[in-house]
């Protein structure tokens, strides 16, 4: 049983990659989410995690997290999340609330009185790095960071680089560079990993949690089909699923260095094989990933009924 921490700035794909984390509860202890702004402000993807919890049953401490980047200023992405950064679904606004303590300070609490916590990363790196900034000792007490982040051969927002980085590079910087084991799910691997189009179709059937699936990819999925695309990529679905079975993978081991500015470099990963504590994921097999989501979604409309 691994002790998880899960940062994230939902987002569709975040919310498929939780719901997957959330049905195999026996290898993944989810002690907490923690958001950041990304996709969209922080308030946004914070009550959107809440709204699922509610919609769920489910009571897993939720930690608002950074509003803006180290430096560079925040860049929500409506036109592929949608205004309220999870369009599509209609739930109800959540009673819940987040916690009173900010992600960072309930970073530190956790990191200072938990042995070795994996933390699974599927937004920008904001929470992270102010956190190894502050207190640079406790990256000794994270076990590794699993996350969607990167490119190795072209960007996604701009010429060189991925959302997630590209939002706070200065923040990946410091993550990269912490000493931390990461493992990185760039681009390609989400590409490798991704879902055909006529696949999604199996999520309109009875089931509260297929329905929320359903309801995600009406919206998610808006993106592939104006472009004619046979499938998607659920890109944060894959540091979980690695988590999970890392033979899903071909991976390769080195060192990945950030760079911070450049109207086509900012954000850009730049991967050295050989030395160094990083795992970046080149490839992936596609059909297994999918039928491990497609299993945990099964799973969840029989838990949450
Ligand atoms: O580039 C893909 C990443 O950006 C994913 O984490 C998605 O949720 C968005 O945050
Ligand atoms: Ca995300």
Partial sequence: M??????????HDDIMAILTALAHSSELELLSFCTVAGNQ????????ILKVEEYLGIN???????????VKDPQPQPQAHGETGMDGPILPEPLKKAEEL????????????????????????????VLLSRYP??????????LMGGALDGGNINKCAEFNIWHDPEAAKIVFDSGIRVIMAPLEACYAGAILLSETERFRKEGRVSKLVDDLFGFYCRYAIERNWDRTSVFDLMPVLYLLDEDLFVSEKGKVDIILDGEDTQGQTVFTKGEGNHIVLVDADREACMKIFFDAIDLLDRRYQ
């Fill in 41 to 48: 402000t922080v308030d946004k993807v914070t009550n959107n």
């Fill in 137 to 146: 000792h406790l990256s000794e007490k994270i076990e590794a960071i699993a």
């Fill in 60 to 70: 897993i401490p939720v930690y608002r997290g950074e509003e803006r980047p180290m």
């Fill in 102 to 129: 900010s992600a960072v300070e309930y970073y530190k609490q956790i990191l200072e009185k938990e042995d070795k916590v994996t933390i699974i990363a599927l937004a920008p790196l904001t929470n992270l790095g």
């Fill in 2 to 11: 691994r002790k998880v921490i899960i940062d994230t700035d939902p987002g």
